[in-house]
């Protein structure tokens, strides 16, 4: 059989489903990019009036002194200082009264840790006999995070970071299960539907018949990966976000994940061929897939289990790094793709010793 015959007829069978879910793909990008304007409103979590006070923090061997500069106030007769454990000051823990000046020194004592204690400031101006006032704003001496950012330990208020959730959120589960799908069924359907005797039969090997099968597939899923940074390109572009991003870092975070598919393709293959039962193999590769998941969502939240994620394949696809124009480890990728052509070997030569029924 000549070259290629295999992938085309897999193609011509399925190309269906293929265009069906490159649509269903592009429209998940597109909206999911699009809801970036509100998220990030939604999650912003600027301190009420914090532009008009500036906070430096000066280290000493007792503690800190936070210097806070504010902006000047028409007509104020003097400043009031609150000092408070949270932003809701409903009690504060100091009260600091008469500040003349636009600027005042508090020190704060490292805690019974050692460490600097996390503390609100605000600055509240008073006018006149009757003492009105007026609030002028409120700042603090640490970098706050929102809660998203305390959880996964990246700011998603940008545009960056929203897109890594994009990619480690839902990515990997929805692309890999639909490639271990895929996989599985190209050559399962062969050994249900009693062809693969008659291909064998043909002037094809069997190495030749898995190549092709897993060529098709890692083929149709580097194209997915393309079209899926080229639509996302488009997304960001389109809600004006682009200037903090990179075209090639867009499409780059995207083909990373490439690797990362081929090993699932592998195994898929594996499942399909040992197995010859396309539920069952199918059930091994969605196991395989939400247990790599699993693994990598454990690792990410919590801080304890970060050791288990040399565990997981996803972990060695560096989305971060190619958005944020961080340097690549290319080691990781040969490592995912040395995996891939391993599980493959071994696929091919369990498929060369098996007995095949006519």
Known sequence: MKLGRTMLMELRNSWRGYV??????????????????????????????????????????????????WIEIDDAENYTLLVGA?????????????????????????????????AYFAVVAVFGEERETEYVGMETNIERRSPLEELWG???????GFVSVLWSMWWFLLIGLYVGYI?????????????????????????????????LVAGYTL?????????????????????????????????????VFLVIIAFSLSAAVYLEDSKKAMGLSFIFILVQFGIHLV????????????????????????????????VDVGYLIVIAVLIFVLTLKLFERKDIPT
């Open 299 to 330: 690792g990410d939240i919590s801080e304890s289990l970060e050791y288990v994620r040399p565990y997981t394949i996803i972990s060695y696809w560096d989305h971060e790094a190619a958005l944020y124009g961080e340097a690549i480890s290319l």
């Open 86 to 118: 949270s932003p809701q000051m409903i009690v504060p823990f100091d009260r600091v009264t008469g500040i003349e000046e636009k600027q005042y020194d508090y020190f704060l004592p490292f805690d019974e840790d050692g460490k600097i204690p996390e």
């Open 154 to 160: 990246m700011d998603y208020g940008d545009i960056q």
């Open 223 to 259: 194209f997915l990966m393309i079209i899926a940074g080229l639509v996302l390109i488009g997304s960001v572009y389109s809600v004006g976000e682009l200037g903090d991003v990179t075209s090639s870092a867009l499409v780059l975070s995207a083909v990373l994940s490439w690797p």
């Open 20 to 69: 069906l879910f490159i649509v269903v793909v592009v429209l998940l990008i597109a909206g999911f990019t699009q809801s970036f304007p509100a998220f990030s409103e939604a999650f912003e979590d600027e301190l009420d009036g914090s532009e008009n006070i500036d906070v430096d923090v000066i280290e000493e061997e007792e503690g800190i002194t936070v210097r806070l500069t």
């Open 183 to 215: 996989s599985v069924n190209s050559v399962s359907k062969d050994f249900e539907e009693d062809r693969m005797d008659i291909l064998l039969s043909k002037p094809i090997s069997r190495k030749q018949y898995l190549l092709e099968k897993f060529s």
